[in-house]
């Protein structure tokens, strides 16, 4: 069952391929990839296996800040996150939250609907693009 406000897109690449797919077309698009975190990497740290699973963590204070200006908690889902991540028949995914659904959810809908719909176009894309779906 999806998770609500989350859209996942399979990806024709394995785990790293999609990832370096996905933060090159965030930098195109001009946006600050701020850092990423490999929970892999982590899990094996501790002894404890996980699948290739790695977030990005990515924006742009200029679109960002004025919805937390509006209300501050949309914080908590800002900046924008990404995970590509590996299911146990080896397939790869690319998941992130819906941007329109981040501004329902901190009750933003109708005040920013034409602000958001760009930008959750474009996120689209990318993610599309990254994945070649």
Do not use: C
Not at 62 to 80: A, N
Not at 92 to 110: A, F, Q
């Amino acid at each position: 069952m999806a998770a609500n406000g989350l859209t996942t897109i399979r990806s024709s690449y394995g785990p790293e391929e999609t990832m370096n797919r996905f933060e090159a077309e965030v930098r195109a698009m001009g946006m600050t990839a701020f850092a990423h975190i490999d929970h892999a990497a982590g899990a094996a740290a501790v002894g404890l296996p996980l699948l290739p699973t790695e977030l990005l963590i990515f924006g742009n204070a200029k679109g960002g800040t004025p919805l937390m200006e509006l209300v501050p908690t949309i914080g908590i889902d800002l900046p924008l996150k990404a995970l590509v991540w590996q299911d146990a028949s080896g397939i790869t995914w690319l998941s992130y939250n819906d941007p329109n659904w981040i501004v329902k959810r901190h009750g933003l809908g109708p005040k920013v609907g034409a602000t958001v719909s760009i930008p959750a176009a474009a996120l689209d894309k990318m993610a599309r693009s990254a994945t070649n779906a």
